[in-house]
């Protein structure tokens, strides 16, 4: 089973607009943590907002917030008046301890390209 | 602070080659993870490093692969003999002492070409 799965490959939305980029994550773990990346097409991976499994309230980061609904294990991440500057691919990902280990690797999703059209 | 170092950030190789690629993490972490993004996808765990230990590298290749973080000295991710599914994005992140992060902190990654 997939552990991120992100089901739109794409998105458009107008400048100015908010969008919500879903994300659904499968986990029997307590603790967690959720990510959002940014990758725009130079390559490097931005770091938007975080989100930990035990945080009662949805996390904020300027434009971006996160709608963490945990029952329904879900992490959309939302997009306040949308900038041309915001076109890339975004990606969520999961953190896990694996506790054989101390692991604390990220599961990313296959991403979702956001086009903002002026 | 400098952030993670990853160098080189470009690099082709001809098939049966060898590929070199090295990550200085931020400094004062001591804790190293590799992640390939093969075209179209998102990332995937390889390999997390201590110094001089190897503490998983469930999702390296059995072959071919190997990764190493010296004492002294960058981390390094050695590809042998390269082929043409190996080209990829090679990321590294680096991280403090587990459990004190909120997150990891990625390097610009190495974009390898296998020609």
């Known amino acids: 089973a997939q552990k991120i799965t992100q089901t739109q490959p794409g998105m458009f939305v107008q400048e100015k607009e908010a969008v919500t980029l879903d994300c659904t994550y499968d986990t029997s773990d307590q603790s967690y943590g959720l990510f959002w990346y940014k990758q725009p097409s130079s390559g490097e991976m931005i770091f938007l907002i975080y989100q930990g499994s035990y945080d009662e309230q949805n996390a904020t980061e300027g434009r971006y917030s996160l709608n963490f609904q945990k029952a329904r294990k879900s992490a959309n991440l939302v997009i306040s008046a949308s900038q041309l500057g915001d076109s890339a691919m975004y990606f969520c990902?999961?953190?896990?301890?694996?506790?054989?280990?101390?692991?604390?690797?990220?599961?990313f999703g296959s991403g979702t390209r956001l086009q903002v059209q002026p | 602070n400098a952030g993670v170092m990853q160098n080189p950030r470009h690099l082709v190789r001809r098939r049966g080659q060898e590929a070199r690629l090295r990550c200085s993490p931020m400094k004062g972490h001591s804790h190293v993870y590799w992640y390939r993004q093969l075209p179209e996808e998102g990332l995937k765990f390889m390999v997390y490093l201590q110094k001089e230990n190897i503490i998983d590298e469930s999702g390296m290749p059995k072959e071919r692969f190997s990764a190493e973080f010296p004492k002294e000295g960058p981390s390094i991710l050695r590809i042998q003999q390269v082929v043409r599914g190996d080209s990829a994005a090679y990321f590294c992140?680096?991280?403090?002492?587990?459990?004190?992060?909120?997150?990891?902190?990625f390097g610009p990654g190495t974009r390898l070409t296998v020609t």
């Open positions: 990902a999961m953190r896990e301890v694996n506790m054989d280990t101390g692991r604390r690797a990220l599961t």
């Open positions: 992140a680096s991280s403090p002492s587990p459990g004190t992060e909120r997150r990891p902190y």
